[in-house]
Every structure is written in structure tokens, then in C-alpha cells.
């Protein structure tokens, strides 16, 4: 695969920017090889700068639920930027993508926009303090809530843990307040919140974790965690980032049938441009500025652009029924990999939760802890990884990561990535 014009310009990026990229995952590192520089996407493809064509599972690591460049998203955003790209002001946009959020969300009675997922995370932290008058923080291993200091914690071995740092500069202090717990272990974190519940105002959690492989909660360990929420008095955050609009229109929490007291979101919401939010009852969003004593702000938040591209997101997905769509999608892929993953049992583990998915390479039966996702051969992902790439698949550049249908990918995208995926492990395995 000739990629000359990408090489050309990592080479001149690592001179400008970190390890030449925006966000650590893209650079490649965990597969190997170089970065590829994306020219356009559209629906399910992108090409690179040197002319080579994928189909694409990344879908900008989410966001992407109707593909790329979606002609009635495009034509959204090409029309609203005439009128300009930001006023700093209240615009009818934000009004109402947070109609069509609290809409789908009963957990949800009033939202706030800011410009990422990690900014919505930091922002319901502060919430959750200020509301509850406590300060620690429960988390869990395996869960990943964006790269805000205090969420930057080492995950313990064993039973719960309280935090150290996991990222260089992020200081002890920072962290002093945050307890890791072992995900789908709902004794030790039982044994934490009994003791410390005095202390404790949330726990944070992915309901379905996509940031260390695609971690299946063990049935019932989400309603069990709510339980116990509930029985101490503790607030519960779902970070659904990911899973927001992408598992249901109410996310994880109507897939699952279990509410959040705060919700972060992102990705989906901003149809591919810079957007996260946060919501709750009225009763605990009402305690941010300005109507209350948590301070939070953003010059870009509510971007009329980027909620115009929510706006027109969240209604092409119900327009079309995306999730009948992309749930038979998955049911395809699976069906058409199951002979491949017959073959190469106890070496190739393929997990899916309707349109999410991943490639594990271990001999596990199933993923449902951060140690089941650290027995994996991430070598083996990479050249897994090459293997597709030669065959005109994208999927995302790290066997940590998940990958994601859009409504986009065709019957014959699907086809063609099960045979590249055949090929690519026979040659692996061979
Ligand atoms: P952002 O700040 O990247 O918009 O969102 C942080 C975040 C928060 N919560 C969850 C559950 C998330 O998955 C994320 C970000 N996801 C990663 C990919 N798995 C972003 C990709 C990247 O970091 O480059």
C-alpha cells in the first residue's frame, strides 16, 4: 500500500505536534506502522491522502452512528454556517438538541453543553460534589471517563484502591479523593461504600466498558450497583459517552432499564463535531451557575454548528429507525464471522453488544474484567490490525479499543470485512 503523502506528513507533524498527532491512540503505536492522514470520509469509507480506500469501523472512535459526511447532517451544518460559526450566546439550536436529549433521557431534566466528553465528566464530578457535600469519587478499573486529572487513576490489583496517579503531572492530591474499584465485583465495591459511604459522593461508571476491550457487565451488576447507590445514598453517574444514543435513544440506561442520577454524554450527540453534555434532574442541575453554586462554563459551548449537527443526528436516527438498522447489522457480522471464529476458537475472541464490537486475541471465553482484557496478545491485535488494513479495513488502532457499525456500512461492506478477516487470520495463524 503506497502511502508516501501520509508518511510525508507525520514526518513534519512529529516536528510540530507531540508524537505528531492530537490524541495518543492515533499515532498508531499500539498497531505499529504509521498513521494514515484521511483526506474524506463518506458513509461507511475514507480515503487517505495517498488514494487508499477503507471501510471504516472507527467512525471517529464513535460519533459516527450514520456514517461519514451524512448528506442531511452536511447539508445541516453547510446551511446553518452561513449565519456564522459562533455567537458566545443562547442560540434556538441549543434549545433544541436539549428538547431532543431530555426527550429520550427520563433520567435527564435539564442538560449542559460543553465540548467534550471529558469536559462533561470533569463538569458531573464537580456536580456531584457540590449537590452531595462529599468528596471521594469511586471508579472502576477497565472504565475510562476521559483525561480529566482526578480520573486519571491507577486501577489497583484486587479490592478497591485509592487513587495514584496514572499519568505523569497529574499530582496526588489530585487523586487523593478517587477509589478504584474491580469492575463486575459487586462484593468489593459492597465493602468500599459501606465503609466510606460518609465520604462518597458518586460512582462513576461506563455501564457497558469500551475503553479496555468491550467488557460485558455481569448480569445484573449494574442494577446491583444502583442498589447499592441507592441504599447509601450515593449518587450514580453513567458515563455514556459511548453508549448514548448508540444502544438505544435513551443509551444504555433504557437498553439496560436502569437510571443514572447524572449522565454524561458526547460523540453521538455532536454528529462528528465538538460536543459532550451533562444532565440530571432538575432538583441537581439546577445547583450549576447560574442558578446554583457549581461553577461551570465554555466559550464554545452550545456551538450553533455543532448543535445543529446533533439536532439533525438524533432525528435522522429515529427518521429511519437506525437501531433496527444497525442492530441487524451486527446480527450480519457476527453471522457471517462465525465460521472464521469457529475455526480459530480459543485463540480469536469476537465480542459484540449490537453495534459495538472487538477483536481480542486470547483464549478467554469471554471479556468481563480489566485482567481478562490484560491476558490478551496485543501483538497479535496488531498484526491483526496490518493484516486488515492491507485489505481496505479500518478498524481502530488498538486492542483496547472497540470498533462501531454505522447505519452506512452495506450488506457487501460487511461481507468483505468477514472474508478479509478470514484471510487476515489465516495468515496469521498459519
Ligand atoms: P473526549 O474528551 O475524548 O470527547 O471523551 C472522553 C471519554 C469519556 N468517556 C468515555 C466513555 C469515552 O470513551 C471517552 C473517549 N473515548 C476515547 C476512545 N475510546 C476517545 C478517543 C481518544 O482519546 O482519542
Redesign the pocket.
Known sequence: MNIEKSRKLFKKAQRLMPGGVS?P??AFRAVGGEPLYIKKGQGSRMQDEDGNDFIDYCMS?GPLILGHADPDVIGAIRKAARFGTSFGTSSKHEVQLAKLITDRFPSIGMVRFVN???EA?MSAIRLARGYAGKEKIIKFDGC???HGDQMLVAAGSGLATFGTPDSAGVTAGAVRDTIVAPFNDIAALSEIIEKEHASIAAVIM?PIP??YGLIMPKDGFIREVRALCDRYRVLLIM?E??TGLRLAPGGAQEYFGVKADITTL?KIIGGGLPV?AYGASRKIMERISPTGKVYQAGTLSGNPLAMTAGIHTLKKIEKIDAYQILNEKGRLFETLLKPTLDRYRGRVLFSRLESIFAFNFTSAASIDSLNAIRSCDMNAFAAFHRGMLERGIYLSPSGY?VGFLSTAHTEDDIAHTARAAADTLEQIFQ
Open positions: 490524541s491512540v492515533r472512535w467534550s466528553g471529558t465528566v475510562y471517563h476521559g461506563e469500551c475503553n458515563d459517552v459511548i458526547g459532550g479499543e
